[in-house]
């Protein structure tokens, strides 16, 4: 019995090193591809750099917090791409019966849905810290963002049904609704309240419109309805939002956080990370 099991663990452990490899050897191969990938790598690293960089004489609490929420973005972001480059986050899912692609295997970078899930709470929170957001709303929209990823993941994923990848689809969709209410009607108040309504005008407009490109590249890409049949340019897709509703979001963020460090230290609303005092020291 337990040389069954070895023998099983033994096996199960071959053939993901064998997908691993044939992944990386898809991802070598395509040139548009891997630059998709690497392209990120490298612009994630450059901003870490230049965001620790800009924290350099930040002192005010609540600031120093929207530094590390921010900082911690392109982190995550470097480890996601590793991982996809290298064959751990990817695979091939062969699409189920009634899809454009029904019967091929198609290299699925799930890496990114697991990029989203720990990187877009960390923008949220962000946000939520720069609005002065109350602890609660921001606990509950942050919650619905994660749903939002990971029943992205199952509709990525699933292979059994052409159906239930777009129920998945639909319900990811109807978390995001809630994500999408909380920015449009809700955190504007707070933030007007804050003091910080305008830079979180701008970059909510560029939350919203960068966050709807993704359930439409996962639409029109070769995940939903295969129009767009290029793993390539699928993935570029999803990589050009990245680069904008990361790194560019987060230098804008910083810059106007380091340049008006006294509106974010008299925030006085109750937030996720509130010590209880009316104002940051």
């Given at each position: 019995m337990f040389d069954e099991q070895v023998a099983s663990a033994t096996g199960a452990l071959v053939q993901m090193q064998s997908g691993q490899s044939g992944a990386v050897t898809r991802i070598q191969n395509d040139a548009l591809l891997s630059a998709s990938l690497w392209v990120n790598v490298a612009l994630a690293g450059?901003?870490?750099l230049l965001f620790v960089y800009m924290s350099r004489n930040v002192r005010a609490h609540r600031a120093r917090l929207i530094f590390a929420a921010t900082v911690l973005i392109p982190l995550v972001s470097i480890a996601s791409y590793l991982g996809m480059l290298s064959?751990?986050?990817?695979g091939l899912v062969e699409m189920p019966a009634?899809?454009?692609?029904?019967?091929?295997a198609v290299l699925s970078q799930w890496?990114?849905?697991l990029t989203w899930t720990l990187s877009t709470p960390l923008i949220l929170l962000a946000l939520g810290l720069l609005a002065g957001v109350d602890a609660a709303d921001l606990f509950v929209v942050i919650a619905a963002d994660i749903g939002m990823c990971v029943t992205g993941l199952a509709a990525a994923l699933i292979t059994s049904s052409y159906t239930f990848r777009w129920v998945f689809y639909a319900v990811s969709c109807a978390f995001f609704l809630v994500v999408l209410y909380a920015l449009l009607v809700e955190w504007p108040v707070d933030a007007a309240a804050a003091g910080s309504d305008e830079i979180f005008a701008t970059l909510r407009a560029m939350t919203v419109v960068l966050w709807l490109g993704y359930p439409i590249v996962w639409a029109l890409g070769v995940e939903g309805f295969a129009?767009?049949?290029?793993?390539?340019?699928t993935s570029w897709g999803?990589?050009?939002?990245?680069?904008g509703a990361k790194y560019v979001f987060a230098?804008?963020?910083?810059?106007w956080v380091a340049s008006n460090e006294r509106v974010i230290a008299g925030v006085t609303h109750a937030t996720a990370v509130?010590?209880?005092t009316s104002a940051d020291d």
């Open positions: 450059l901003s870490v064959g751990l986050t990817v009634g899809h454009a692609l029904a019967g091929e890496g990114r849905y129009l767009v049949e290029s793993t390539a340019l999803y990589s050009l939002l990245d680069i230098y804008l963020l910083l810059r509130d010590t209880g």
